[in-house]
């Protein structure tokens, strides 16, 4: 049992190497959305006073962890991957317990930090900077990455362990500390991952954890004036609030932030295929990732087609507890997330829209205790519904439609959102231009709008983010701050760009 929890599931916050409890004693709750009577564990309700210790310890240990080599420091992370894998099920079984999705899926959450533990080790060999010519004798010029120092990382709940792996991994194979501040519904899988760190070798201090509500955890770490870097992603609302704060501190601030996916069905397109990618694509996690597709814009001559097809399949799929065989959809995450869904349901049909299946929540023995709704397909809908432009972050679908390819695109690029696209085509030529002028930060091609990979950069435009990628060589970007090294062996003073006009 990680030395973070007594036989009672209390947990408490890792501070310097430590678990320590809340310094105001306080705790709160993390309950299975599937069986609100199982009760995951309590965790430290903590505020500015924790964060703040949390930082000193980061600081401290910033001291010592940015002289060790980079190449040691990946053997760490090398060594967490393998550990993870070791603990798969285990870690995997904690996560459906405290966040809903199915078993399959949280496994691939933690393949996806085995993923990243595994990249980012690799970069501990590389980190590579640049090396040019001076423009002067005797002189060499070169640039290196630095650590940012202390960074402060704030997580959501959908993807527990794959999105703290993505900050924590680059940040320290780069040589930075960190604080991380996971969301109040799945600390958990925080704890595991960074247990699992702590296993493979970490030393005290590099990585902390302090748990607790965004107003009272959260924002101090965004305030606190000795974290150098804050790696944010959650709901563009939160983001704004966040990224307004760093920026008043001059601080590097890295959002990933909402979206509102489209996946475009040209008359071309292989129909079996595209359901299996539009089931996947927006009843994966419940509808419930940044990237699910949330809207599908059919071409006219395949709408009717289509849509007869999606929501027989779509009617078939099977709800219930993740941790449960053959379940294929889980819970909503909390109350909150599905007074969310419902609320939209009711904005969509007041617009207007036409309700083809679903739109409820599940009641029954099998549901009973938990937060489930009904796979949910609106048709009918116009690109100016709000349901058409708001991200509602449930099992909920709103199916578009459109007579060429001018009009389809001109729909996916019209909301304020830019983060994944898709287009089932088996004409090259539509595909390529869909690549380049969807406004978006990912897009597929004959697969739905999820899926991404860790090293491929993940991000995306407009309100979805403010410009930082998170995997790929973006993350070690973010994580580095660029110095540029000039050596002069020449002897004598050499002055660059000076013009002394003869
Ligand atoms: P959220 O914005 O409510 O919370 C995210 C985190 O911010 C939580 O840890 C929360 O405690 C914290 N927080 C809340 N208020 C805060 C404050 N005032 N100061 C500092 N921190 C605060 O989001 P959520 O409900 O956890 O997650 C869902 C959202 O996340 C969706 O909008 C989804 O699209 C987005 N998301 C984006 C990506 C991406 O990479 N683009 C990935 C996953 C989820």
Request: contains cysteine; charged residues 20%.
């Amino acid at each position: 049992m990680p030395d973070g929890k007594t036989k009672k599931a209390q947990h408490k916050n890792l501070i310097g190497g430590r678990w320590v409890a809340a310094r105001s004693g306080k705790s709160f709750e993390n309950r299975n959305p599937a069986d609100s009577s199982d009760l995951v564990g309590t965790f430290p309700a903590s505020a500015a006073e924790d964060v703040k210790d949390a930082v000193e310890a980061a600081r401290l240990a910033f001291q010592t962890w940015r002289l060790t080599p980079a190449p040691k420091r990946a053997e760490i992370l090398y060594r967490a991957g393998e550990l993870l894998g070791q603990r798969k099920e285990e870690y995997a079984q904690d996560m459906t317990r405290e966040m809903g999705k199915v078993l399959e899926e949280t496994r691939g959450d933690v393949q996806e930090a085995m993923d990243t533990a595994f990249y980012m080790a690799g970069e501990g060999r590389r980190l590579f900077g640049q090396t040019t010519p001076s423009e002067l004798q005797n002189k060499f010029a070169m640039s290196v990455r630095m650590p940012v120092g202390v960074c402060g990382m704030i997580t959501p709940w959908n993807f527990p362990m794959a999105i703290p792996s993505w900050k924590l991994f680059p940040a320290l194979v780069c040589g930075n500390t960190c604080v991380i501040k996971p969301a109040e519904d799945t600390p958990l899988s925080t704890y595991n991952l960074v247990q699992t760190l702590m296993d493979a070798g970490l030393p005290p201090g590099v990585a902390n954890i302090v748990t607790g509500f965004g107003p009272e955890a959260g924002a101090p770490l965004v305030e606190h004036p000795d974290v150098d870097a804050i790696s944010f992603t959650g709901s563009s609302e939160v983001g704004r609030m966040v990224g307004q704060t760093a920026a008043a501190n001059f601080k590097p601030c890295s959002l990933e932030m909402g979206g509102k996916n489209a996946m475009i069905l040209m008359d071309d397109a292989n129909l079996e295929l595209a359901i299996e990618g539009a089931l996947w694509g927006a009843f994966g996690t419940t509808g419930q990732r940044c990237t699910a597709t949330s809207r599908i814009l059919l071409h006219k001559k395949i709408a009717k087609q289509f849509t007869a097809m999606l929501v027989e399949r779509t009617e078939r799929l099977r709800v219930g507890n993740g941790l449960v065989k053959g379940v294929q959809v889980g819970p909503q995450v909390n109350a909150q997330q599905i007074d969310t869904t419902e609320r939209y349901v009711a904005i969509a049909l007041a617009e207007g829209a036409n309700l083809l299946t679903g739109g409820k929540r599940l009641k029954g023995r099998a549901h009973s205790n938990g937060h489930f709704f009904a796979p949910t397909i609106f048709s009918g809908v116009k690109p100016s519904m709000r349901i058409a432009q708001e991200e509602v972050f449930g099992p909920v679908v709103a199916l578009l439609q459109f007579s060429s390819f001018e009009e389809a695109i001109g729909i996916a690029n019209g909301i304020s959102y830019g983060l994944s696209t898709s287009i089932y085509t088996r004409d090259v030529n539509r595909a390529y231009r869909a690549m380049r002028d969807l406004e978006a930060g990912i897009t597929y091609v004959n697969a739905p709008t999820i899926g991404a990979e860790v090293h491929l950069p993940f991000g995306g435009v407009k309100q979805t983010g403010n410009g930082h990628r998170e995997g790929g060589t973006g993350a070690l970007d973010f994580y580095t701050t660029w110095k540029a090294v000039y050596v002069d062996y020449s002897d004598k003073l050499q002055r660059a760009q000076i013009d002394t006009g003869e």
